[in-house]
């Protein structure tokens, strides 16, 4: 009897907290020019009319402009991380995000305030890329897009250099814009493909001159503090950053509980096997726990949503998508087996809040989307996510293994 009215209270607890989330409502809304196009793109203009973009249709959003939001930092018990920076006209959002977690971690793990590369990174993940293809004979994927644990990867190999050294920034430009350069790359290699001509010696030279024109010839020899450095050596004698402490962390349903999986997306160009898979409860409770002990997550996910609102800078999901009682492990997959959740964003979480029982993020983004808004503004490249819009969205993240150690246990050998 105790047990079976035990069930009664616990589904009464839930059909309470079900009926106070209100309703939301949708709008239709046109859309406007923002940071990118007001900003960015100007940039991007004075050197290639073409990349302005077409005319959008009309969004239906969340209407969210009657609503109160945590949406200012100092609301947030924060960690330490360099100020929010833009990935320009380019889809490299996953070494921004990643690159911003290894500054707070470097930060965390020895003192020191370093700016480090993105573009030092992107241009060796675009060799490795075209790497690839070559040798798979054309069936490779070859993207600007890719994964956080890209940046662990190619700095294994190619080390770490700070933004001083190597900015990948045409002469004249305050944003990057690979559009051109990428064309230039992709036609080059079809043109190998079409001609079956598979010289990986002289490909990949041809890609690198193609990218030393575009972003320059990235630095062989660091000089730091008067001492000087290869790449690798400025990641291990330097920055001490260990890249192989740092683990990824996925749910979804459609590969085994418990067990290192592929991520099965476009951007996981590698095949890359080295996921932990956890269900929900285990990775929302493992990314709590995580920004709460003072560690940041580099997370990725989709956020072409209509809770997603750029003039709040807030993300939730609203009650016409799914009440936020009903997310779960099975909603959570519906969304990604039909292509409404896509893999389309990386960012970096640096703080939380608590209001009226549910947990808000303060998520640091390269995109344009976050800025907006006056850029005067302490939020400027900030985001505000409330959990469920995280709990469903945000498909992974990346974190130092120390955060995760009790997850990890229940991998065994495995």
């Not at 106070?20 to 923002?34: E, N, S, Y």
């Amino acid at each position: 009897m105790k047990k079976f009215a035990g069930s009664i209270l616990a589904i009464l607890i839930f059909l309470t907290a079900f009926s106070q989330q209100p309703k939301d409502k949708g709008i239709l809304t046109d859309p406007k020019a923002g940071y990118f196009q007001n900003t960015i793109m100007k940039d991007a203009n004075t050197f290639d009319q073409s990349l302005i973009p077409e005319k959008k249709e009309r969004k239906f959003l969340a209407d969210l402009s009657n609503m109160d939001f945590p949406n200012k930092v100092n609301l947030y018990q924060q960690e330490w991380r360099l100020p929010p920076v833009s990935q320009g006209s380019t889809s490299t959002c996953w070494c921004f995000s990643a690159i911003s977690l290894f500054e707070s971690e470097l930060k965390r793990l020895t003192g020191q305030e370093i700016k480090l590369s993105e573009m030092y990174i992107v241009y060796w993940e675009y060799v490795e890329k075209a790497r690839k293809f070559i040798r798979e004979r054309g069936n490779s994927t070859f993207g600007e897009g890719s994964e956080c644990n890209a940046v662990m990867r190619q700095g294994a190999i190619y080390g770490m250099v700070p933004e001083s050294a190597y900015t990948g920034l045409e002469p004249g430009r305050t944003f990057h814009s690979h559009a051109k350069m990428h064309k230039e790359l992709h036609s080059y290699l079809e043109s190998l493909k079409a001609s079956n001509s598979w010289n990986e010696e002289e490909a990949i030279s041809t890609i690198k001159s193609i990218m030393n024109h575009y972003m320059g010839k990235p630095p062989t020899i660091v000089t730091w503090k008067d001492k000087t450095y290869t790449p690798k050596e400025f990641l291990s004698n330097v920055l001490k950053l260990k890249l192989e402490d740092y683990v990824d962390i996925l749910s979804i349903m459609q590969q085994p509980y418990w067990e290192k999986v592929e991520y099965e997306v476009t951007d996981n160009w590698w095949h890359s096997k080295e996921y932990f898979n956890v269900p929900l409860e285990d990775y929302m409770n493992a990314l709590k726990n995580a920004i709460r002990n003072h560690y940041t997550l580099a997370i990725g996910g989709d956020v072409s949503e209509a809770g997603l609102n750029r003039d709040q800078q807030v993300a939730i999901i609203p009650t016409f998508d799914i009440p936020m009682a009903y997310i779960d492990d099975n909603a959570r997959q519906f969304r990604f087996s039909n292509g409404s959740t896509t893999d389309d964003h990386g960012l970096h979480l640096v703080g939380y809040y608590e209001k009226n029982g549910n947990d808000w993020y303060l998520i640091k983004d390269s995109g344009s989307g976050s800025k907006s808004n006056d850029e005067k503004a302490e939020e400027f490249g900030y985001y505000f996510f409330r959990d469920d819009f995280i709990k469903l969205k945000m498909m992974s993240f990346t974190v130092h293994k120390d955060a995760v150690k009790d997850l990890l246990k229940k991998f065994g050998s495995k």
